[in-house]
């Protein structure tokens, strides 16, 4: 979704907001910010949840990233979060510092996407170790053209393109591939919005760029998909929804979440809110081009936010190639790593 149609959507939202105080009708409001990726999922939830409530229940929801949102989360700035990756050890300190306790729900799962031009017909598969070779600090200003990669490919120049330093895609992209968060040349086009990123592969030959697999399919007559392969003997893979769910679409499948404050839940709105959310969350993920939980895993993590079972089962740390199947099993052991 564009920066525009982002700052449209929250102007709107501040215009009801005034209508509804100059009008005599108080309104309550949940604060949402964080990850672009997990924005059209939450969004969507929102405007259906705001619908029941007929007004009565203002829903803002933000993009910052999910390094900018949890800064904002662990202020005890915004309710709930949306996160493309779990939250960090330094995250959580500086939550612990301000008291400020949370549930974590996985919501859907992504399939990060690699994607080039239309007109890319040599890298329409790639290995992992080949992304790594392009993307890796040692990278810049070596590997700069196509054969560099590989030289059976063209020797013209690669333009990249990727997100910022504050988005959980960043952090999962770099920590899958290269095999460290936030380690990555410099030397590439980076931005917070994706409608940039997909304008820039779109329209340039030799492009290549990353970005979550809703907006490919938003986008899928413009730039094409790669298919990737990671070295398992099974060959490259490509994103879909059948090698998101039997896990062969790895390392780039990943889970998304929200992260909700237990202060902000003690809100009536706010506990109304997330279990709308997971109780709508089937049909609302699929229609946001996600792939969902299976059903009990929606009514487990319900338990979960009414029980208060606060924490993460991440231990602070990335979790890269999990499957659907081994989230689940995470979760139904129940082990948080409290702080």
């Keep these: 979704m564009s920066r525009h149609t982002i700052r449209l959507l929250n102007i709107g939202i501040a215009l009801s907001l005034w209508l509804s105080v100059s009008h005599g009708h108080a309104q309550s409001v ?13 969004q969507a939830v929102a405007d259906q949840f705001q619908t029941l409530k007929k007004q009565a229940v203002a829903v803002t929801v933000n993009i910052s990233g999910s390094g900018g949102g949890f800064k904002q989360f662990c202020r005890g700035e915004i309710d709930i979060v949306n996160a493309s990756r779990p939250i960090l050890k330094n995250e959580m300190e500086d939550c612990k510092k301000n008291n400020i306790q949370f549930v974590e729900i996985p919501v859907a799962f992504d399939a990060l996407t690699v994607a080039i031009h239309p007109e890319n017909d040599w890298a329409a598969r790639m290995t992992v170790t080949e992304l790594k070779k392009l993307w890796e600090p040692a ?14 490919w063209p020797a013209e120049p690669v333009k990249l393109f990727g997100t910022s330093r504050d988005s959980g895609t960043y952090d999962y992209f770099t920590q899958a591939i290269v095999g460290k968060a936030k380690s990555s040349r410099t030397d590439f086009i980076r931005s917070e919005n994706d409608t940039v990123l997909m304008d820039g592969v779109a329209g340039e030959k030799y492009g290549l760029g990353f970005f979550s697999f809703a907006y490919y399919i938003e986008n899928q007559n413009r730039v094409r998909a790669v298919a990737i392969d990671n070295g398992n003997g099974k060959g490259a893979v490509m994103p879909s929804v059948e ?31 997330v279990e709308f959310y997971l109780k709508n969350a089937v049909l609302l993920v699929k229609q946001a081009e996600f792939f969902p939980l299976p059903p009990r895993a929606y009514r487990t993590m319900l338990e979960h936010f009414n029980q208060k079972r606060t924490g993460t089962i991440f231990n602070g740390a990335p ?21």
């Design 30 to 42: 949940i604060k949402i910010g964080g990850s672009s990726t997990g924005y059209p999922i939450t």
């Design 139 to 152: 990278a810049q200003g070596k590997v700069t053209h196509w054969n560099h990669i590989n030289p059976a």
């Design 243 to 273: 090698s998101v769910e039997d896990g062969g679409y790895q390392p780039l499948s990943r889970p998304i979440f929200i992260y909700v404050s237990m202060q902000a839940a003690e809100k009536q709105e706010v506990k109304e809110f």
């Design 319 to 339: 979790a890269v190639g999990l499957t659907i199947d081994e989230l689940i099993r995470r979760e139904g052991r129940l082990q948080y790593e409290n702080y």
